[in-house]
């Protein structure tokens, strides 16, 4: 089938088309719209120092910085032709407020007043925020406790903290790990020395025997073949030294008497806090105290076996021993079935039993073998 050619009133009317939907087509920037000097200048020299200028209040002035501060990072063309429209109607309700309209003067200064508002309660929120946060920093800032912490393989000499901060512990964890990784580094090399050699001896005797001229591949090339692992060896080697240096670390003089001024003030501070705790004030060491043990008056009429007891049955756990002493002492428990636990499921029973019975065996044996080795 042949196609005619088409008409030149046709390709007249395509062309005319295609002219009207380029109009209507948004322009093609070859660089960002923030980029081009005509949107740079006007919106600096006209649009934000218009702004400025013609804003009634210093807060009204404060949001338009404030304003074009955060969307200085619009790229997109449509989202800063939104910007650029809501802009220009601030500066129109401006410069509107500034000739007399009492209407957008009104408006104006309630919107100043919620800017006041809003700042007020964003700062506060900030400072009780900050506030918290140093809370709980001061509770779980390290406190030193005096006494040292001695230099090991993972670690030089360093004051004993409690809490310990988290990058001291990640630390050692992290060289603790490190080593074994090396430490098993090493072994495979050393075996992996050892089957080079067992190839060299296997090639001299293969020639021993065979009586067959080859040419052998680890006999003349040993020092290559070797020579990597030797070098990774020493590699190795170093950061063992470096170790051993670093448990041989001797305490620094200011260490020493950082230790010695904490424990001089861990001594005031309790000092201090007995005679707070004379004067009849209540701390939190004085309730721990009373949780810990009966009331004094209950505490010196008990004798040493109710003092044994009251502090086991002081105890969480609900079996055992503690189970016993607390039956004894009258006490409900929360699970009296418990206990059942320490006799193991009845499908275990079996093998539990002979558990014990071979124990006691072994236990009846080693007692006779003790009787017949005394003298």
Known sequence: MIIPPSSSSSLARRAQIS???KALKPPQFRMEVVALPAHRIPTKWSLYRGLLRNAPTEDIR?????GFRQEKSLR??????????KWHKWLNIFRGAKTGDERLQAILHRYSGMIVAKRDKTWMHKMILDDIAWRKRLATRPVLKGSPMRPTLYNRPLPMMTPMPMHVV???ARRRKARTRRQERFAALQELAKDVEGERTFEHILAQEEKVPFEPEFS???TGW?????EEQRMIRNTFNLDDARARTPFPPELLETLKSARRAKVENKTRERERERSGEVLNVTLKRRRGRPPTHALV???????HMDEVSRSPSEVGYVAQVKRALGHKLRNPDAWKVEIGKPEDRPRLDAALQAIDAENARRREQAKTDEP
């Open 19 to 21: 002219l009207a939907l």
């Open 62 to 66: 404060w949001r338009v910085q404030t």
């Open 76 to 85: 997109r063309a449509g989202d800063v032709r939104k910007s650029l429209e």
């Open 170 to 172: 990640g630390m050692i």
């Open 220 to 222: 003349q090339n040993m």
């Open 226 to 230: 070797k020579q990597w692992i030797s």
């Open 301 to 307: 009429k008990m004798s040493e076996e109710e003092k």
